[in-house]
């Protein structure tokens, strides 16, 4: 009854659906472009309609009161970004424990404009040894959907312009908000 009840809104709303998530176990899904509180909404139904077990990270103050218990039986675990975290190794931690796990969280990690992505799905997907599902929002389109599985090269330079080609003509609700597609540069 969910899964039919969000096609129907994700329809009603103007939004079509193109393609369907990879048949494999465990992977990591990167959500772009993320420039408005809509796309959030937008990809809850697309785990509706797929049935789709899906963990994300959120800020920890938006996990209060009945939200927040919605947030979390959905998927959702709370990460408080003023704190220092080593989020990675525990998600990594968690794709070794578990048979099947789908990670999904938004490289931008805000809906403000960044002149970089933040590089912690990549390194998840890369020491987890997992492939990286790429999903997108094209407002342009009004469309919605999965993009390629790719396996990881470890050459940062490479799998970053991969990202760039599939991304390049991709437009968010806002899309003056959509963040350069690169790493921060380490400072040394």
């Known amino acids: 009854?969910?899964?039919?009840?969000?096609?129907?809104?994700l329809r009603w709303s103007g939004w079509n659906l193109i393609s369907q998530p990879p048949q494999v176990k465990k992977y990591v899904v990167i959500v772009a472009p993320h420039t408005s509180n809509?796309?959030?909404?937008?990809?809850?139904?697309?785990?509706?309609?797929?049935r789709m077990h899906v963990s994300f990270i959120g800020k920890h103050t938006i996990f209060?009161?009945?939200?927040?218990?919605v947030l979390k039986k959905w998927g959702g675990i709370p990460i408080n970004r003023s704190a220092k975290h080593n989020?990675?190794?525990?998600?990594?931690?968690?794709?070794?424990?578990?048979?099947?796990?789908?990670?999904?969280?938004?490289?931008?990690?805000?809906?403000?404009f960044k002149d970089h992505w933040k590089s912690g799905f990549y390194y998840i997907a890369l020491n987890a040894n997992v492939p990286l599902q790429l999903c997108y929002i094209d407002s342009k389109t009004k469309s919605v959907g999965?993009?390629?599985?790719?396996?990881?090269?470890?050459?940062?330079?490479?799998?970053?312009?991969?990202?760039r080609a599939f991304y390049q003509d991709k437009a968010g609700i806002r899309p003056e908000l959509f963040s350069t597609i690169k790493f921060r540069e380490k400072s040394s």
């Open 1 to 9: 009854m969910l899964s039919w009840l969000s096609k129907k809104l």
């Open 38 to 50: 809509w796309d959030f909404w937008v990809f809850i139904l697309i785990k509706f309609i797929f």
């Open 64 to 69: 209060v009161g009945p939200i927040g218990w």
């Open 87 to 112: 989020v990675v190794d525990t998600i990594v931690e968690e794709f070794d424990k578990r048979d099947e796990l789908i990670f999904a969280l938004s490289p931008e990690g805000t809906r403000s």
């Open 146 to 163: 999965f993009g390629p599985l790719i396996t990881l090269t470890g050459d940062q330079n490479k799998d970053v312009e991969t990202l």
